[in-house]
DNA sequence: GTGTTGACCACAG
DNA sequence: GCTGTGGCCAACA
């Protein structure tokens, strides 16, 4: 099973990404409380570190109006810190504000508008 | 099986 | 507001 790849609790973490929409975003704790690990925050971050399917492969394109097309890509640079940080990230933090900013999210010194883009 | 590392969080000073 | 400390979970050497 191509599934079993990566453990289930990445899986789960992968999963629960995919399901922040375009122009939100969700911190690490929010990720780690959906997947059923309210504490799991480092865990969260580390599966999303050896993500296969990362944004950053691809250009800034808005997948928006795709189709079916979209594979099981996990928009990590969705996930951000719980003060609004945006963290790290595998390709660097640079190529997360610009994935961010291209989705519509204004960040502010560095930070992303929790109160305004945070993806429950 | 133990210790270290990591894209973290919450709390205290 | 920043820094330091303790804690949780998972993966790796």
């Known amino acids: 099973m ?18 922040i929409p375009r122009g ?5 704790a929010q990720i780690a409380r959906a997947i059923g690990h309210p504490r799991a925050c ?16 691809l250009s800034l394109r808005s997948p928006a109006g795709r189709r079916g097309a979209t594979k099981t890509l996990t928009p990590c640079h969705r996930v951000v810190r719980s003060n609004g940080s945006i963290g790290g990230f595998a390709s660097g933090a640079k190529k997360k504000r610009a ?13 992303v508008d929790l109160k305004r883009y945070l993806y429950s």
């Open 2 to 19: 191509e599934n079993r790849e990566q453990s289930q609790f990445c899986l789960r973490v992968y999963r629960a990404t995919r399901k």
């Open 24 to 28: 939100k975003v969700a911190t690490y």
């Open 42 to 57: 480092r865990g969260v971050g580390n599966a999303l570190n050896k993500n296969p399917n990362s944004y950053s492969s």
């Open 99 to 111: 994935l961010l900013v291209g989705e519509g999210v204004v960040i502010y010194k560095g930070k």
